[in-house]
């Protein structure tokens, strides 16, 4: 009886696998934005044909640890990549809210793929940190001398070689991916095409990893980033307020002198004035102030004044010009007969 379902399933498995591998193709070349309707609907159809696909590979316990990979079927090995496109298509979920999830699921897929990979020695390649082994890395490489640099060395040194790699690769995929969809190729370019189809995402994954562990990191201090200004903000406002002091030489100053300073404050200036005005000490207070008959009395007295000065100057001014008329008609020394021989 399990055979037999078996082999009900078995058929459904290659459609799962072109279905999604085909919603993928679109996802990528689209030209929609990603958050689109269309494109988010063909992702999450992607999504649940490759999770039916996984469960089958489970039930089906199509590959196993203990072999190698010359004992995998040449048809086989496409489905090593299932975990690959569960990644791609995880990453291409908008959902703000949910994006630290959605990164955390799609690197467990790309670790899962990488992880096949590196036990059947698909390529040559460094498996990326995760919770077991990042202990161990991190003790290794804080003993060298400069971790940093060479890590970031390797790094490029990596990107490099997976650049080259992924150009020749491509080009011998272009080669032979119409033989192969043709069914004109025999086993061993079949099995040359899937090796390859491994190896090229075998550098995908890792480009997917990097970018994903840093946004990760990211979005982990923006998190971080609002709790901490909150309990530092809550923690100034239950501080209790300081109280005012002052300084002196030492204690017995304050004991027996005081505070030590000559001019201490002892009230407010409110205090101040209040005591004054109390007393009619202020400097507007004590004096009378004029009546109104004073005040006219003043004012037409100025005025007086103000009207004799201008009569004056009109007598000056009256007095003036006729001196010049007289001058005008009496040259100088008219009338002076005193010394004349």
């Known amino acids: 009886m399990a055979a037999s379902s078996d082999e009900l399933l078995l058929p459904r ?8 591998q085909r919603l993928l193709d679109e996802v990528e070349v689209a030209t929609e934005p990603s958050g689109s309707r269309a494109i988010q609907d063909k992702v999450f159809k992607g999504l649940d044909l490759l999770h039916k696909a996984a469960e089958m590979l489970s039930q089906l316990d199509l ?3 203990n072999e190698d990979l010359e004992e995998i079927a040449s048809a086989d090995l496409k489905y090593l990549l299932v975990p690959a496109f569960q990644g791609a298509l995880t990453m291409k979920q908008v959902n703000p809210s949910k994006r630290l999830d959605h990164l955390q699921q799609a690197r467990e897929h790309f670790i899962n793929y ?16 995760t919770k077991s082994n990042s202990a161990e890395n991190h ?7 400069y971790p940093n640099l060479v890590a970031m060395a ?7 070689e997976r650049y080259k790699q992924k150009k020749e690769m491509e080009q011998r995929l272009s080669a032979l991916k119409s033989a192969v969809e043709s069914g004109q190729a025999d086993d061993e370019r079949v099995r040359e095409y899937y090796l390859l189809h491994l190896r090229r995402w075998i550098g995908i994954s890792l480009e997917e990893m990097e970018s994903i562990d840093q946004e990760i990191r990211i979005l982990k201090e923006k998190d971080s980033s609002p709790r901490e200004v909150s309990t530092s903000h809550s923690s100034l406002q239950a501080k209790p307020p300081m109280k ?7 204690k017995a100053q304050a004991t027996v002198f005081g505070s030590g300073y000559p001019s201490l ?3 407010t200036v409110s205090d101040w004035y209040e005591q004054h005005q109390k007393f009619k000490a202020l400097p507007d207070q004590g004096i009378a102030k004029p009546t109104s008959a004073e005040t006219k009395k003043a004012a037409q007295q100025q005025e007086d004044q103000e009207e004799k000065e201008e009569e004056d100057d009109e007598k000056t001014v009256h007095r003036m010009r006729e001196w010049d008329d007289w001058k005008d008609t009496h040259p100088r020394g008219y009338g002076n007969r005193q010394n004349m021989g």
Do not use: D, G, W
Request: charged fraction near 15%; glycine fraction near 0%; aromatic fraction near 10%.
């Open 13 to 20: 498995l290659p459609e799962l696998f072109e279905t999604s």
């Open 63 to 65: 590959f196993s640890r």
């Open 114 to 129: 990488l992880t096949q990979c590196h036990c059947y020695h698909v390529a040559e390649f460094q498996l990326p940190q």
């Open 139 to 145: 003790s290794a490489s804080s003993s060298m001398a």
């Open 154 to 160: 390797s790094q490029r040194q990596a990107k490099i």
């Open 244 to 250: 005012p002091f002052i300084l002196t030489r030492n």
């Open 265 to 267: 404050a002892t009230m």
